[in-house]
């Protein structure tokens, strides 16, 4: 089946430092991705969605400036959380959908800030 | 817009028991309905889904759900668990028309005792 990675899979920063977090999908193309939080022992909260090509649009309550999505290619999005605090310490969680209605998700990477 | 409940937010089972795992949503339209398990250190896994047709679909593992529109659930069961089930379960919806990110509820952690 399609498989989407992400990278990297924990991560450890300081606060005020910024992360990058990569988001591939690795046989197929996808326009689309949708990036989700999971805080612990909670629901996977959708962030934003990224578009390759265009702006990626924000759930309410998500700050675009924090949270950077960038959807370079066919087969990358980037989420960049800038500035982090102990507070955006979570899982963070890509998905990209194959055909009109199933999803393929990425392993999650651990974000904990310090 | 949608939501989606799960009402058991810890089942403790043993081996052989049945499961029903509870799952309501609240949408105006048509919907997608999935249930996802995530094994302790993996990805989200898609058990099952339901797109239209007949309300009863069968997914992995052994595993079935129920769409029952006049009480919108899509229960999840299995007839026998096993220690390896233990897992959590999320159950999910997308809208049949308009974007396709998942709405996710809040999660069932299955525990299954030898």
């Known amino acids: 089946g399609a498989v989407v990675s992400q990278h990297p899979s924990r991560v450890i920063c300081k606060s005020g430092t910024s992360v990058k977090i990569e988001c591939r999908s690795l046989d197929f193309q996808a326009t689309t991705m949708f990036w989700y939080r999971q805080f612990p022992k909670q629901s996977l909260m959708l962030m934003a969605t990224s578009n390759e090509g265009s702006k990626a649009t924000y759930e309410q309550g998500v700050e675009k400036d924090k949270f950077l999505i960038n959807h370079a290619s066919l087969t990358l999005s980037t989420l960049t959380v800038t500035s982090a605090h102990p507070e955006d310490s979570s899982f963070y969680i890509c998905?990209?959908?194959?055909?009109?209605?199933?999803?393929?998700f990425g392993p999650g990477t651990r974000l904990t800030v310090l | 817009a949608q939501s989606v409940s799960q009402h058991n937010h810890h089942v403790i089972l043993s081996e052989a028991a049945s499961l029903e795992l509870g799952c309501n949503y609240s949408y105006g339209g048509t919907v997608n309905l999935f249930w996802y398990v995530q094994y302790p250190g993996q990805h989200l896994q898609l058990l099952l889904k339901y797109f239209s047709g007949d309300p009863l679909v069968k997914g992995i593992k052994g595993f079935e759900a129920e769409f029952i529109k006049s009480k919108f659930s899509f229960n999840l069961r299995k007839p026998s668990v096993q220690w390896s089930d233990t897992a959590e379960y999320f159950c999910?919806?997308?809208?049949?028309?308009?974007?396709?990110?998942?709405?996710f509820g809040s999660g069932t952690r299955l525990q299954v005792q030898p």
């Open positions: 998905s990209a959908p194959v055909g009109s209605d199933t999803q393929y």
């Open positions: 999910a919806v997308n809208a049949q028309r308009g974007r396709r990110a998942l709405t």
